[in-house]
């Protein structure tokens, strides 16, 4: 099975500054089929991105996804106060579908 | 909109078994393919099961290795519900468990496996917790 390594495994940023979130495959990503997704605690997670590049619907321009192959990238561009949480990236591409462990981007 | 109820979550011994359930509503439930993910303390998520919409007699089922001979998945599409089966539960089970709708992206032909589905999942629950504990 594909293996997804994030890092960092927390992110200390300030409200109005760049995140960006790296999530990287043991092998290549059939078609892109990279998404990522925001938890937060006693919420329904969220779809931010799929397709690595593709917005989900409702989802702030802010938030963009990149790459292709075994390097994938979350970047917001404006941290909003709401955007600290945990992040999750999946791939699809392949049997079965695994997630990374996870990026912690909390407040500086 | 798209809502998401998942329900029948607590506290269960070890060997136990305990049936999840999902209410879905805002889509038409019996054209999607619908899946469960859990999320345990300190862990990252982990895809459990999906399955197929449709008549019952076609369903495409495929389950993690982790929970497979253990969880079944099984849905009733007159009453736009989800359902998560499991038995024989362990410590290492106790998670948040969230029901999802499944945006189905491509089906393969595995060798030994036969087809399989993936997709992402677009839509989510809030979650039930399952506490596997003596």
């Known amino acids: 099975e594909i293996v997804l390594t994030q890092s960092p495994g927390t992110l200390s940023l300030s409200p109005g500054e760049r995140g960006t979130l790296s999530c990287r495959a043991s092998q290549s990503v059939s078609s892109n089929f990279l998404a990522w997704y925001q938890v937060k605690p006693g919420q329904a997670p969220r779809l931010l991105i799929y397709g690595a590049s593709r917005r989900a619907t409702g989802i702030p321009d802010r938030f963009s996804g990149s790459g292709s192959g075994t390097d994938f990238t979350l970047t917001i561009s404006r941290l909003e106060p709401e955007d600290f949480a945990l992040y999750y990236c999946q791939q699809y591409g392949s049997s079965p579908s695994t997630f990374g462990q996870g990026t912690k981007l909390e407040i500086k | 909109q798209v809502q998401l109820v998942e329900s029948g979550g607590g506290l269960v011994k070890p060997g136990g078994s305990l049936r999840l359930s999902c209410e879905a509503s805002g889509f038409t439930f019996s054209d999607y393919y619908m899946t469960w993910i859990r999320h345990a303390p300190g862990k990252g998520l982990e895809w459990l099961s999906y399955?197929?919409?449709?008549?019952?007699?076609?369903?495409?089922?495929n389950y993690a290795d982790s929970v497979k001979g253990r969880f079944t998945i099984s849905r009733d599409n007159a009453k736009n519900s989800l359902y998560l089966l499991m038995n024989s539960l362990r410590g290492e089970d106790t998670a948040v468990y969230f029901c999802?709708?499944?945006?189905?992206?491509?089906?393969?032909?595995?060798?030994?496996?036969?087809?399989?589905?993936?997709?992402?999942?677009?839509?989510w629950g809030q979650g039930t917790l399952v506490t596997v504990s003596s």
């Open positions: 399955i197929s919409g449709g008549s019952s007699g076609s369903r495409f089922i």
């Open positions: 999802a709708r499944f945006h189905l992206a491509v089906t393969s032909f595995y060798e030994g496996r036969g087809y399989l589905s993936q997709g992402y999942f677009d839509y």
